[in-house]
């Protein structure tokens, strides 16, 4: 069964400062991958997602991610974070070869952003 | 549009009652809805993946006769959460999947059992 890590519970950082959050896998083949941002008391959007194809994947609100099939990984980047990206991130992996879009999460990273 | 949403957003309840949790795709079918469990500060548990017009399909160690779900119409879903007790208080989180692996979450329901 496919299994993710998110090794940061809590990163903090400054407004403008770069961002990388970090995501490995435990898959046999090709996963699914996913970014989720979840704000306070609320469901998850959508940042980002990796089927197949180019390995730098582009999202929403200036996030980008890279898979890396050596490293079995898939971490998260923004450039310049704004205060309002504070929240907390999920990175996910589905397992196309189970017959089952179902999704396991990792165990989140929070994000802090300081002025 | 793909949005789903999840009534009511804050419930509590007395230990022993029952409550139900509504998940809508407003616009949108889903013929395939996923119910989650989130503890505080911690990531989403999958419990049960909820098919339209039949039985949902329960995760290990999710009791189903506990956590009733009914996935009556393509853009309904509900759970019941029977004979709640306190250790049942968290927020529960319905994605709805407009096509294979697009899911759309909802904003969450809150229960607090007491």
């Known amino acids: 069964a496919q299994s993710v890590t998110q090794p940061d519970i809590h990163i903090t950082v400054s407004e403008g400062a770069s961002l990388e959050l970090r995501c490995n896998y435990s898959?046999?083949?090709?996963?699914?991958l996913f970014w989720y941002v979840q704000s306070p008391g609320q469901g998850l959007q959508l940042l980002l997602k990796y089927f197949s194809g180019d390995t730098l994947v582009q999202g929403i609100k200036g996030f980008e991610a890279e898979f890396k099939r050596s490293q079995s990984s898939f971490n998260l980047r923004k450039p310049s974070v704004h205060w309002s990206d504070a929240a907390e991130y999920f990175c996910a992996v589905g397992a196309p070869d189970e017959g089952t879009d179902k999704l396991i999460f990792g165990t989140g990273t929070r994000l802090q952003v300081f002025p | 549009g793909a949005v789903v949403s999840q009534h009511p957003s804050w419930v509590i309840c007395k230990s022993g009652t029952s409550v139900k949790i509504e998940c809508r795709s407003l616009?949108?079918?889903?013929?395939?809805m996923f119910w989650y469990r989130q503890f505080p500060k911690q990531s989403l548990m999958l419990m049960a993946t909820s098919n339209e017009g039949s039985k949902a399909t329960y995760e290990q160690g999710v009791e189903k006769d506990k956590f009733l779900i009914n996935h009556a119409s393509l853009t309904l879903s509900t759970l019941t959460v029977t004979s709640a007790h306190p250790e049942d208080s968290s927020f529960y989180i319905c994605?709805?999947?407009?096509?294979?692996?697009?899911?759309?979450f909802g904003p969450g329901t809150r229960l607090t059992v007491t």
């Open positions: 616009d949108f079918q889903a013929t395939t």
């Open positions: 898959y046999g083949a090709t996963p699914y």
């Open positions: 994605s709805a999947r407009p096509d294979l692996y697009e899911q759309y």
